[in-house]
C-alpha cells in the first residue's frame, strides 16, 4: 500500500512539472500601487483564467527607480517582456534599444478601439512600440468644505481667502505642473525641431504669472507632492491641482474628506484655458516579448479589462467603448478624468524633452526665488539644454590606445620574466603556495567585485553614444572635464568649481566628526558620567539607522514654511531662513545632517581606544603637575592618534562620496551649487540624456583623487612607514 501511494504522489508531481514546463509566463513589469495595482492584478488573474496555458507574473518597481532597473536589465537579454510606463520615454528607450515594435499586440480591431491621439503618442515614425492603456493629466481636486465651486479664472480663484491656509497649491518648482499656466500664455517646452523653446516672452510672462501667486501668498512656497496632499487633507487649502493619482492616495488615506474635480481654471490676463501636459501610460513592449507578452497586452486593451481598470483603478482608459458602461458613465471624477486628458496637449516624445525637465526646473526655482529675472533665467536654461545636448566628441583611433596598452603588457611580462629567472624564486613560490590557497577566493572575489567593474568603468570613460552603438573617443571626455567643456574654469557646474566644493565639503565634515566625536566619546568614558549605556545607545542612533531616512527627515526641518528650524527661529523672534536659496545655507543644512550621521561612528572609535590607554599613564602625568587639558593635549591624544587615523581616513572617504546627503537634502541647490562630484557624475549619468561615458571619466577622476589624497594623508597625519 505504500509503494502504491508513493507511485501516485510521483506521478502527480511528474504530471504537475510537466504542466508547469508547458505554462508560459508573462513578466510585466509597472510602478503602480494602491487601486491601480489592485486592478492591474484582477485582470491579469482574470486573463490566467481565461487562458490556462499562460501566467502573468507582475513586479512593482519603485518610480524613481524604474527607467535605471529597465536600462540595466532590458539591453542583456533580462527583465520585461511587457513594462507599463509612460510615452514620453519611447524617444529614450528606443535609443538605448529597451523597446521593440509591439507588432500584432496592435491588430486592426484593437486599433479602431482605441483612442487616436493615444495611439499616435505610442506611434514613432510609423511604428507603434505599446499598447496605450490609460492617459494621465492634471485638474483642480477642490475641498468642498471650502470651496463648493471653484471660480472660472485663476485670478478669481487665487484671490479667495482661506483662513489659516491657502487658496491654491501645486508643485509650483516642476516644470510638469508648470506647464498648463506655460500654455495659458502661448509658450512651449520644444518647437517643431525638437529645440528648447521654453524662453521668450511669453514664457517670461508664465513665470512672471506664477511669481506674483507666491508674492500674494496664494499658493505655498516650494511645496513637494507629499505637502500639497497634506495641506488638502488637513482643510488647509482649497484646490489643488493634481492628477488622477491624488484621487487613489486620498482614498486611502483620507477616506472622510469630501471633494469635487474640475478642469483647471482660464488665466483671465490671456483669456486662454490652462492645459497640462498628458501622459499616456502603455503596455510597451521590449525586445525579448514573446507573441503571448503581446496577446496580454492586446487584451489589456480590451472591453472588459478596460471597465475594470476604470472602475476600480480610476484610470480614464483609452479603450473608447469603456466610456459607454453606465457605471463609468455616471462616473463624474472618472469623466473629468478622460476630459482632462482630451484636451491637455501630449507630452513630446524625443529625448530632446527628456533633457528638457532639469534646465526647466531650473529657471523655474529661480524666478519664483527671485534669484534672477524669470527671461534670464529662461535664457540659461537654453543654454543649459544646449549644453546637455551638444553632439558627442569625433570618433578617435584606438591606435595609440591599443599602443599604449601593449607596451604596459609587455612591460609587465618582462618584469614577470624577470622576477622568475631570479635565484631562488622557484623556492620561494613552491614555500608559498600553501598561502596562495588560503587567498585564491577572496583574490578571485576582490576581482571580480571590485577589479573587474574599476576596469569596466575606465574602458567606458573612453567612449561616447548610446550603451548599444558606443564610439571610441579616447581621452576627450577627460578633456571635456578638465576643460570645462570650453567654459569658464570656475564656472557653474564645472569640475574645478565642484571639486573646490567637494574638498571644503570633505575637509568641513571630517573635522567636525572628529571634534564632537573625540569630545562626545572622551566624556562618555568618564566614570562619574551617570547612565552612560543610556547616552551610548541614544547617541550611536543616527549612525544606526539609514542615512537616507536622515536626510529625508531633516530636509524635511529645513524647509522655508512648514521646518522644525524655521519654527524654532520664528519662536525666538528671528526671520525664517530659506535655507536652499543660498549656497552657504544649503550647504550649512547638508553638513549639519551628515555631522549628525557621522560624529557616532567617530565617538564609537574614540571610546574604544580610549580603554586601551593606561590609567597609570594618565596618574603619573597628574602627579608631574600636568593640567587637565595637558594631560588631553600631551598624552591622550597622541594615543589616540593610531585608533583614529585609519578612521579619519574612512571617515573622508565616505565623507567625500557622500551621495545620499548630498541628493536628498539640497539636491545640489541652489542650482547645483551644493553638488560634490559624485552628484555631478551621477546627472551627467541619469539625468543630462544618459551620458555614460563621461559620467564614466568622473568616476574615475574621483578614484584617482581618492587614491592619491588617502595615500598623502597616511603618510602626512601617521608613521610613513606603517602608512
Do not use: C
Not at 109 to 130: E, F, S
Not at 312 to 319: E, I, L, N, P, S
Not at 574 to 600: D, I, K, M, R
Not at 648 to 672: C, I, R, Y
Amino acid at each position: 500500500m505504500a509503494r502504491l501511494s508513493f507511485a501516485v504522489i510521483a506521478a502527480l508531481v511528474l504530471l504537475l512539472g510537466a504542466a508547469r514546463a508547458r505554462a508560459e509566463t508573462v513578466v510585466v513589469w509597472h510602478a503602480y500601487r494602491g487601486d491601480e495595482e489592485a486592478a492591474l492584478q484582477a485582470v491579469s488573474r482574470t486573463y490566467e483564467r481565461e487562458h490556462p496555458g499562460v501566467t502573468i507574473d507582475l513586479l512593482a518597481i519603485p518610480h524613481d527607480a524604474y527607467s535605471a532597473k529597465l536600462g540595466a536589465a532590458v539591453p542583456r537579454g533580462h527583465g520585461p517582456h511587457l513594462f507599463v510606463d509612460p510615452h514620453e520615454r519611447l524617444g529614450f528607450y528606443l535609443r538605448e534599444k529597451i523597446v521593440a515594435p509591439i507588432g500584432d499586440g496592435l491588430d486592426d480591431a484593437t486599433r479602431r478601439a482605441l483612442d487616436p491621439a493615444a495611439l499616435a503618442a505610442v506611434t514613432l515614425d510609423g511604428v507603434a512600440y505599446g499598447v496605450p492603456i490609460a492617459g494621465k493629466a492634471l485638474l483642480l481636486f477642490v475641498n468642498d468644505a471650502l470651496l463648493p465651486k471653484a471660480p472660472p479664472t485663476m485670478e478669481e480663484l487665487a484671490a479667495l481667502v482661506v483662513p489659516g491656509g491657502y487658496p491654491l497649491a501645486y508643485e509650483a518648482t516642476s516644470a510638469f505642473f508648470h506647464a498648463p499656466f506655460m500654455h495659458a500664455f502661448g509658450a512651449r517646452m520644444l518647437d517643431d525641431a525638437d529645440h528648447f523653446a521654453f524662453f521668450g516672452d511669453d514664457a517670461a510672462r508664465s513665470l512672471d504669472f506664477v511669481r506674483d501667486l507666491s508674492r500674494a501668498g496664494a499658493v505655498p512656497e516650494e511645496a513637494s507632492g507629499a505637502l500639497v496632499k497634506q495641506l488638502f487633507v488637513t482643510g488647509k487649502v482649497a484646490a489643488v491641482i493634481s492628477g488622477p493619482w491624488l484621487a487613489a492616495e486620498l482614498r486611502e488615506e483620507a477616506k472622510g474628506l469630501r471633494y469635487h474635480t474640475e478642469p483647471l481654471p482660464i488665466v483671465r490676463a490671456t483669456g486662454n484655458p490652462m492645459r497640462s501636459y498628458v501622459t499616456i501610460e502603455a503596455a510597451i513592449a521590449t525586445p525579448i516579448a514573446t507573441p503571448a507578452a503581446r496577446a496580454f497586452a492586446r487584451w489589456l486593451a480590451s472591453h472588459d479589462a478596460a471597465v475594470v481598470r476604470a472602475r476600480r483603478g480610476r484610470q480614464a482608459v483609452t479603450t473608447s467603448s469603456a466610456w459607454e458602461d453606465p457605471q463609468i458613465e455616471a462616473d463624474a471624477e472618472l469623466q473629468s478624468f478622460r476630459e482632462a486628458a482630451r484636451t491637455g496637449v501630449v507630452t513630446p516624445v524625443t529625448p530632446a524633452m527628456r533633457a528638457a525637465w532639469v534646465p526647466a526646473n531650473q529657471a523655474i526655482l529661480k524666478a519664483l526665488r527671485e534669484d534672477m529675472t524669470a527671461k534670464d533665467a529662461l535664457l540659461q536654461a537654453k543654454h543649459r539644454w544646449e549644453d546637455t545636448m551638444r553632439p558627442p566628441p569625433p570618433p578617435a583611433s584606438p591606435a595609440p590606445g591599443l599602443a599604449l596598452g601593449g607596451l604596459v603588457l609587455l612591460g609587465l611580462a618582462a618584469l614577470a620574466l624577470r622576477r622568475a629567472r631570479a635565484a631562488g624564486f622557484a623556492a620561494e613560490l613552491r614555500a608559498s603556495m600553501p598561502a596562495y590557497r588560503y587567498v585564491t577566493h577572496a583574490a578571485i572575489t576582490v576581482g571580480l567585485l571590485v577589479v573587474f567593474p574599476l576596469a569596466a568603468g575606465a574602458l567606458t570613460s573612453l567612449f561616447a553614444g548610446t550603451r548599444d552603438a558606443p564610439v571610441y573617443v579616447g581621452l576627450a571626455n577627460y578633456l571635456g572635464i578638465l576643460t570645462a567643456r570650453g567654459g569658464d574654469l570656475l564656472g557653474h557646474g564645472s569640475f574645478y568649481l565642484t571639486l573646490l566644493v567637494t574638498v571644503v565639503w570633505t575637509v568641513v565634515n571630517v573635522s567636525l566628526h572628529v571634534g564632537i566625536g573625540v569630545a562626545v566619546g572622551s566624556l562618555l568614558s568618564r566614570s562619574w558620567m551617570k547612565i552612560r549605556a543610556v547616552y551610548r545607545i541614544l547617541l550611536i542612533l543616527p549612525w544606526a539607522v539609514p542615512s537616507y531616512v536622515t536626510a529625508l527627515a531633516w530636509k524635511g526641518m529645513f524647509h522655508r514654511q512648514f521646518g522644525a528650524i524655521n519654527a524654532i527661529l520664528t519662536w525666538l523672534g528671528a526671520e525664517p531662513v530659506s535655507w536652499f536659496s543660498h549656497f552657504s545655507t544649503a550647504f550649512a543644512a547638508n553638513v549639519a545632517t551628515n555631522v549628525w550621521l557621522g560624529f557616532p561612528f567617530m565617538m564609537v572609535v574614540t571610546m574604544g581606544a580610549l580603554t586601551s590607554i593606561s590609567k597609570d599613564v594618565l596618574e603619573a602625568a597628574e602627579v608631574d603637575g600636568a593640567t587637565r587639558w595637558q594631560r588631553f593635549r600631551l598624552v591622550t591624544l597622541p594615543l589616540l592618534k593610531p585608533a583614529l587615523l585609519p578612521a579619519v581616513v574612512l571617515g573622508a572617504v565616505w565623507t567625500f562620496n557622500m551621495f545620499n546627503v548630498v541628493f536628498l537634502v539640497s539636491g545640489g541647490e541652489p542650482d547645483g551649487a551644493t553638488d560634490i562630484l559624485v552628484s555631478e557624475a551621477y546627472r551627467w549619468a541619469f539625468t543630462k540624456d544618459a551620458q555614460y561615458g563621461y559620467a564614466a571619466a568622473y568616476a574615475v577622476l574621483i578614484f584617482g583623487l581618492l587614491a592619491v589624497s588617502s595615500r598623502v594623508m597616511s603618510r602626512r597625519l601617521g608613521d610613513p612607514e606603517a602608512a
